[in-house]
């Protein structure tokens, strides 16, 4: 394949291509994806044409990349890439009662793939803690260590997916539950902020030219995302036809702000965490405008999200 460039570069690169992808391409890929509104089975062939295997991502000839770089910068990648190694286990550990309550055939086919992506994306991430940041590969002992470093945003947050999911694995058959599920797990986790921070870690990484290896593992899991997502967004478009308009605001009423406000530490908001809520307030409104929810109700969700925030259990900042 050339490196020249073309719109279909993205969906059929291979791990040795991908880091070639142009980053306007990487920046636009999924929400050209969104906009086709595919369903469970198209998005099944899509997976089929784009495998990659985790173990085969060159990482270890990053690891001098990654020592060169400026101290803080070093840090923000760290910690990024702490809340993915947490944020890909528990996505593989919470998928499995969503596709047990799933509502249809091709849904559980589908699903099927996604379980199998997020498998892969666990071992990835394992990879990068290893080669990467140096850490212990025995995941049982990392995940507590950086669940303890993570926001308080980000810890409520994960605490009341896995309460949806618990509620779902308590009644699968109950349809309800599993459109709260599956708004916070595909809409907010992944629609919102897992697109969102892996389009920053590649622009970032791709700005500096520094650590390939890095890039085509994430633009791997960003192209996977944008098939996560559609099928999130088919769902819950399905969802809201059927009439469960009011279990998809109550998820949002209550996930939004901390999902706008997730880089925020204390009652003090940083400039960084302040950009950081700028964008995904729009990532958010992006995909309540892609359900088509009724613009009162879109007004509602970003009125609340946008109030003054203070994470629960907070200490304050300053004291
Ligand atoms: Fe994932
Ligand atoms: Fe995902």
Same mark, same amino acid.
């Given at each position: 394949m050339s490196s020249r460039w073309s719109t279909l570069l993205m969906d059929s690169a291979d791990l040795t291509h991908l880091p070639q992808v142009p980053i306007g391409q990487v920046s636009t890929h999924a929400e050209s994806i969104f906009g086709q509104r595919l369903g469970p089975m198209a998005l099944y062939r899509r997976w089929e044409t784009q495998q990659w295997e985790a173990e085969a %991502?060159?990482?270890?000839?990053d690891r001098e990349d990654f020592d060169a770089l400026p101290p803080l910068i070093r840090t923000k990648i760290r910690e990024l890439l702490n809340t993915f190694v947490v944020g890909e286990y528990t996505g593989l550990d919470l998928l499995g009662p969503i596709l047990g309550g799933c509502p249809d055939e091709q849904s559980l086919i589908y699903l099927g793939t996604q379980v199998a992506d997020e498998s892969r994306h666990t071992v990835l991430l394992a990879k990068i803690a290893v080669?990467?940041?140096?850490?212990?590969?025995d995941l049982r002992s990392m995940l507590p260590l950086i669940w303890a470093e993570m926001t308080e945003a980000h810890r409520e947050l994960s605490v009341v997916e896995a309460d949806l999911v618990r509620d779902l694995a308590e009644k699968p058959s109950d349809y309800g539950r599993w459109i709260r599920a599956v708004t916070h797990?595909?809409?907010?986790?992944?629609? %919102?902020?897992a697109l969102n921070a892996q389009r920053n870690l590649i622009k970032g990484l791709r700005h500096r030219q520094v650590l390939p290896g890095l890039q085509a593992g994430f633009i791997a899991m960003a192209r996977d995302e944008s098939r996560h997502v559609s099928y999130g967004m088919h769902a819950l478009r399905q969802g809201l036809h059927e009439g469960h308009h009011d279990a998809v605001m109550d998820v949002l009423e209550h996930c939004a702000p901390l999902a706008v406000h997730?880089?925020?530490?204390?009652?003090k908001e940083t400039a960084h965490a302040r950009r950081t809520a700028r964008e995904l307030t729009k990532e958010l409104e992006r995909r309540m405008v892609q359900l088509d929810l009724p613009r009162t109700s879109i007004d509602h969700i970003l009125t609340v999200a946008a109030r003054p925030f203070t994470p629960p259990g907070a200490e304050p900042a300053d004291a």
């Amino acid at each position: 394949m050339s490196s020249r460039w073309s719109t279909l570069l993205m969906d059929s690169a291979d791990l040795t291509h991908l880091p070639q992808v142009p980053i306007g391409q990487v920046s636009t890929h999924a929400e050209s994806i969104f906009g086709q509104r595919l369903g469970p089975m198209a998005l099944y062939r899509r997976w089929e044409t784009q495998q990659w295997e985790a173990e085969a %991502v060159p990482l270890a000839p990053d690891r001098e990349d990654f020592d060169a770089l400026p101290p803080l910068i070093r840090t923000k990648i760290r910690e990024l890439l702490n809340t993915f190694v947490v944020g890909e286990y528990t996505g593989l550990d919470l998928l499995g009662p969503i596709l047990g309550g799933c509502p249809d055939e091709q849904s559980l086919i589908y699903l099927g793939t996604q379980v199998a992506d997020e498998s892969r994306h666990t071992v990835l991430l394992a990879k990068i803690a290893v080669d990467l940041l140096g850490m212990d590969g025995d995941l049982r002992s990392m995940l507590p260590l950086i669940w303890a470093e993570m926001t308080e945003a980000h810890r409520e947050l994960s605490v009341v997916e896995a309460d949806l999911v618990r509620d779902l694995a308590e009644k699968p058959s109950d349809y309800g539950r599993w459109i709260r599920a599956v708004t916070h797990f595909h809409l907010i986790t992944e629609g %919102v902020l897992a697109l969102n921070a892996q389009r920053n870690l590649i622009k970032g990484l791709r700005h500096r030219q520094v650590l390939p290896g890095l890039q085509a593992g994430f633009i791997a899991m960003a192209r996977d995302e944008s098939r996560h997502v559609s099928y999130g967004m088919h769902a819950l478009r399905q969802g809201l036809h059927e009439g469960h308009h009011d279990a998809v605001m109550d998820v949002l009423e209550h996930c939004a702000p901390l999902a706008v406000h997730i880089e925020q530490r204390g009652t003090k908001e940083t400039a960084h965490a302040r950009r950081t809520a700028r964008e995904l307030t729009k990532e958010l409104e992006r995909r309540m405008v892609q359900l088509d929810l009724p613009r009162t109700s879109i007004d509602h969700i970003l009125t609340v999200a946008a109030r003054p925030f203070t994470p629960p259990g907070a200490e304050p900042a300053d004291a």
